[in-house]
């Protein structure tokens, strides 16, 4: 199946939404009682929306993109929150932008349907825009390199559990919108993207299970053999994720004493680190390339401040400290590892202070 009737499928849902204010709504009362007119236009999933606030208001945000921002509702509603940000809407329909201009009443909106990822966002968001398109990997990458550098992408994206299932424009009849769904990423390969873009963190917020078989099932077209087709399908999970992937980690910077010269030099350290969730850092890791200092002046390798290391899939804890801190690690053992323990006795869990042992323990 082409792009182009991939494209018209998609203007023909488009169309049907704004011919049709208030089908599919995904605003809660509160927020459609506030503007009743853009809240009218609905697109994506409002699982991402509880999401967007608490990393505007944790986060040193100043400017917003919404990578297939739709209609605009949604920036249109956090320009009321945060009329002092910045708000760039991008969607490759030219009809959806027009609309999208046509309900804004600030200029502190921009919507265009031309590539905006010519400038740095500090946030950039995407609401079920993804699983559209093709090229997953290279667009999550292309928008990695468009943050700013403490920069995050906030995603609500449709994935599935299987790569078996294929859609195919002859399997159904004149109802086409289940084709939407023929670039839909495995769950895990699509978050690997993210890691693989380069990410320093990524994180599942949400997950939720939603089920399109019964709409996809009365759109098969019944003079087409479709029986493996619709085996896929029913051993097929759909989910709904959120997922927030920051560009950066934010090192805590420190005065570190040489254990060996005990002259002082300044440092960072990143506190703790999660094999699953911070891939690349864990990399760096291992590499000795944070967390692990040469003294400036007797060259001493040694890790510079405590830290904790987290392996969920390998259930393993690794605590690690500076050299000088080795005298009291009996103190240590009863202090950390031991309630760590009772918490977790199916957890394997040692303290280290030296990189060849932590790494022979992560191994």
Avoid: W
Wanted: hydrophobic share 35%; glycine share 4%; proline share 4%.
């Amino acid at each position: 199946m082409s792009n182009l009737n991939l494209d018209k499928i998609y203007k023909n849902e488009i169309n049907e939404r704004i011919k049709s204010p208030g089908k599919g709504n995904i605003y809660d009362s509160e927020t459609k009682n506030k503007n009743i007119r853009a809240t009218s236009y609905s697109f994506g999933c409002s699982n991402l929306h509880p999401h967007i606030k608490p990393i505007i208001e944790h986060s040193n945000i100043k400017s917003i993109l919404d990578f297939g921002c739709g209609s605009g509702s949604d920036l249109i509603l956090l320009n009321e929150s945060y009329p002092s940000l910045d708000f760039f809407g991008y969607d490759p329909c030219i009809e959806m932008i027009e609309h999208a201009n046509s309900l804004k009443q600030s200029q502190n909106i921009q919507f265009s349907s031309q590539d905006l990822l010519t400038q740095s966002f500090d946030l950039i968001i995407s609401n079920a825009s993804i699983h559209l398109l093709k090229k997953q990997n290279e667009i999550i990458q292309n928008i990695y390199s468009h943050l700013s550098g403490n920069g995050i992408f906030l995603s609500g994206e449709f994935v599935c559990s299987s790569s078996e299932i294929k859609f195919s424009e002859d399997l159904f009849n004149n109802q086409k919108t289940p084709l939407l769904f023929q670039n839909i990423s495995q769950q895990e390969i699509f978050i690997q993207y993210f890691f693989d873009a380069g990410f320093e963190e990524v994180e599942v917020l949400e997950r939720k299970v939603f089920d399109p078989s019964p709409h996809i099932l009365n759109s098969l077209n019944p003079n087409i053999n479709s029986s493996n087709f619709r085996y896929s399908l029913i051993n097929t999970q759909f989910y709904i994720i959120i997922i927030q992937a920051s560009k950066e980690l934010k090192a805590t910077p420190l005065a570190f004493q040489c254990s060996n010269c005990q002259m002082l030099h300044q440092d960072k350290i990143y506190r703790s680190i999660n094999k699953q969730t911070h891939q690349s850092l864990y990399k760096k890791l291992l590499l000795g390339e944070i967390n692990l200092s040469e003294c400036p002046h007797c060259k001493t390798m040694q890790f510079t401040a405590p830290f904790q290391v987290h392996d969920m899939k390998s259930q393993k804890m690794a605590f690690c400290f500076p050299k000088s801190m080795e005298i009291q690690q009996k103190q240590l053992q009863n202090e950390i590892l031991t309630p760590f323990l009772q918490r977790l006795p199916h957890y394997e869990m040692e303290l280290f202070f030296n990189h060849s042992s932590f790494i022979n323990f992560m191994d």
